[in-house]
């Protein structure tokens, strides 16, 4: 069964840096990118990141360029998302993600497992 | 970045009534379109990828159509369960985009 458990919520000032982290389970983890979704309260989903695989590619929307990085560890079956310099509109729930990459089955091109998400809110 | 556009916002229908919700995209997706839906509190769900094809256990009275700019998420005969929020979502290029939901509501 697949699982993905998100961990490193919380609250947090604007200007400041928190890191979340999803630990997978149940698939074979380094074939599958894995992705990162946002959803502000009361709000639709924003697509925030997706890391390949293999951890060679890469991408970000816009709005967290440059502020936020994906990262991802084999051998942990975890991937990481690093926030820093945190506005109050990043004030969401991040929900990680399996897929949403350029290879492997056409299913798994899209975000087709997701976790039940951690809440960062951004407030001073 | 390509726009994904859903109507109507809300649609107001009861049980075993025919549901039609649309999605069109700002420019062409080619087939590259999927269908979530979401229920309150819960994470979204892949119901439909690649504009026509079910996911997982996801039942026939859920299809999807389109091609291009223009797609369509039909549930035939609602049941009590599917009432919730559907969003569309295109893997054609980055960034990739969602659009803003459609939420079907019990009348």
């Known amino acids: 069964e697949v699982q993905l458990l998100e961990s490193g919520g919380g609250l947090v000032q604007p200007g400041g840096s928190l890191g979340l982290s999803c630990a997978a389970s149940?698939?074979?983890?380094?074939?599958?990118?894995m992705s990162w979704v946002r959803q502000a309260p009361g709000k639709g989903l924003q697509w925030v990141s997706t890391?390949?695989?293999?951890?060679?590619?890469?991408y970000y929307a816009d709005s967290v360029k440059g502020r936020f990085t994906i990262s991802r560890d084999s051998s942990k079956n975890t991937v990481y998302l690093q926030m820093n310099t945190l506005r109050a509109d990043d004030t969401a729930i991040y929900y990680c993600?399996?897929?949403?990459?350029?290879?492997?089955?056409?299913?798994?091109?899209?975000?087709?497992?997701w976790g039940q998400g951690s809440l960062v809110t951004v407030s001073s | 970045e390509i726009v994904l556009t859903q109507s109507p916002a809300t649609l107001s229908l009861s049980p075993g009534e025919r549901a039609t919700l649309s999605c069109r995209a700002s420019?062409?997706?080619?087939?590259?379109l999927a269908w979530y839906q979401q229920k309150p509190g819960q994470a979204p769900r892949l119901f439909i990828y690649?504009?026509?094809n079910r996911a997982t256990g996801i039942p026939a009275r859920f299809s999807g159509s389109g091609s291009g700019t223009d797609f369509t998420l039909t549930i035939s005969s609602l049941e009590p369960e599917d009432f919730a929020v559907y969003y569309c979502?295109?893997?054609?290029?980055?960034?990739?985009?969602f659009g803003q939901g459609t939420r079907l509501e019990i009348k």
């Open positions: 420019q062409s997706v080619s087939s590259y």
């Open positions: 149940g698939f074979t983890f380094s074939t599958y990118a």
């Open positions: 890391i390949s695989g293999s951890g060679g590619s890469t």
């Open positions: 690649d504009a026509s």
């Open positions: 993600a399996r897929g949403g990459g350029l290879h492997g089955d056409f299913l798994s091109r899209y975000f087709d497992y």
């Open positions: 979502q295109q893997r054609s290029s980055w960034p990739r985009t």
